[in-house]
Structure formats: C-alpha cells, structure tokens
C-alpha cells in the first residue's frame, strides 16, 4: 500500500503540474468545448491554470518526503474531492458539460476514496519497521 501512494503521489503531482502549465500556455484553447469565451475567461484560465500547477507542486512535495505525511495527503485529496463537487455543482446548475468534463468528474469523485485510504500507509510502514522486535525472537 505505501508503494501505491507513493506513485499515486507522484502521478498527482506530476499531472496537475503538466495541466496547469498546459492552461498557462494555450489558455481557452486548453479547455475542450469552451471555444472562444473571451479575454476574460481566458485570463482567469491562466491564472487558474497556474495555481493549478501550484497545487501539483504541493503533491511533489508530499511526494518527496520520508514517510509521505497523511495529513497532507488528505487535505490535498480534500481539494481534489471539491473540486469534483464544484462540478457536480456545475452539472446541476447548468446541465451536462463536455464529455471530457464527465470524465474528469468521475475521477475526482473515484479517486479520493482511494487517496483517504492510503493516505497514511508509508506512516504505518515506518512505525511498523520501527517497532522494536523482542530479544528473544
């Protein structure tokens, strides 16, 4: 369990820095089925593109730490798990989105359960590699 959060980690971080710098980049075109929105949107994109890969950089860090501390591990799930919220949201309030959107939907309500159930596994290995064993043994 503490090898699969330690990819999932990595595998989070490395994929949100990829896609937030990828809506830095392209802007509104970084967005399926948004079109040409405006300067507007397309400045907020950006900005959020850039805070997204931001938050990426914060599961690297968590990434790189001996043991990954659940903690952090579970308050960045929680922002993902709200942001899958926010489209559930979104879905309710102006109906269905691009088909990509859905799926990004379905893996930010997916994901998480798996993410609150490992988060802590490489600080249970350590304690575990911790614990004494008895001299008799």
Do not use: K
Not at 29 to 55: E, Q
């Amino acid at each position: 369990m503490a090898r699969a959060l330690r990819l999932l980690t990595h595998l989070m971080g490395w994929s949100c820095v990829a896609i937030g710098l990828f809506h830095v980049a392209l802007g509104n075109a970084a967005t399926p089925g948004l079109g040409s929105a405006g300067a507007t949107v397309d400045s907020w994109g950006r900005f959020m593109g850039a805070c997204f890969a931001g938050y990426g950089l914060a599961w690297l860090w968590a990434a790189r730490q001996r043991p990954i501390p659940g903690r952090a591990v579970r308050w960045l799930t929680g922002v993902f798990l709200l942001g899958g919220v926010g489209r559930l949201l979104s879905l309710a309030t102006h109906g269905r989105p691009h088909d990509f959107q859905i799926a990004l939907t379905v893996l930010e309500l997916g994901l998480p359960p798996l993410l609150f159930v490992l988060a802590d596994a490489e600080e249970r290995a350590a304690r575990r590699n911790a614990d004494p064993v008895p001299a008799d043994h």
